[in-house]
């Protein structure tokens, strides 16, 4: 393993890639090169390497992308070293293969100084360029502001994180450098927000004075900020408690609805849903916003 990392060799490597795979292509059909963005996921080096690979290879044919993946080491010796390789597929009834580029880079704590001056160069041209951040330790270091600076948008997984509000005020207040910020922990909540929507469309919710939501994790405040403010657009003011422990649910006024399971999964269909978000997602930011309050109200 190498000290450093020259963009200019991996891009030299990238090229010799493709000549290479247009070669093995079976009965000459070549290879369609597809790219509508560059991905960067950083993830530390113990990830399971293999459940990442298949989440963005699943990604690919609905948004193909130039990934680069950063294999974080932690406080070892200094390291940064790349590979490159191919993620191809071929749609059915199709004999053309579909492929995408792929970077993969080890680095230690010592050499992340060295990443945003690596990383920009390797970023396809014209194209956004989309962060995704598995590490709850790399998020709070001054290196990962700098590479959010330079991206389109920020997606964050604040399940991983050990404080819910210490992730919801990093999320909340951190300055993402223009950036759009994105989190998982939202995305996996999209079917129980359409569940609790279906069973109180065209009711009356003039009675309900208390939200309380039993589970842990930021995905409980993001859904009782949620109904939260729902209740307030229709004219009713409404407390909000949250409770760890037990099976999630959600209580309004004494219904009872299933509610989100805090254990992270799902990866692939929460980044998927917001890799095809290409604006701000209202909805979102103002529900940070009122978790964020809500969760600090409560230590007063």
Known sequence: MGAAVAPEHILRELAELWVSEGKQAAGGAGVLRACTMTLVVLSE????????????????????????????????????????????WMPFGERRQICCEQIEITASDAALADLPSVLLPLAAPD??????????????????????????KVVLDSAGFADAKRALRTIACADWGGALVAD?????????????????????????????VVCGGVAAWYMGAWIVDALADAGVRAGLAVAAGGPARVELAGVEVPGPDETPRGDYLAMREELGIVGCDAVFSRTLASAARLAYATDK
């Open 45 to 88: 080096e113990n990830e399971d390497s293999a459940a990442l690979g298949e989440t963005i290879a699943a990604l690919m044919p609905e948004h193909p992308a130039r990934s680069i993946v950063i294999r974080l080491r932690g406080a070892s010796e200094r390291v940064l070293a790349e590979r490159v390789y191919a993620q191809c």
């Open 184 to 212: 998982l922990a939202w995305s996996r909540l999209t079917r129980w927000r359409e569940a609790v929507s279906r069973a109180f469309d065209g009711r009356d919710v003039a009675g309900i004075s208390n939200v309380r």
């Open 127 to 152: 194209l956004p360029l989309i962060v995704w951040c598995r590490s709850a330790r790399f998020v709070e270091m001054p290196q990962f502001r700098e590479i959010a600076a330079t991206a389109r």
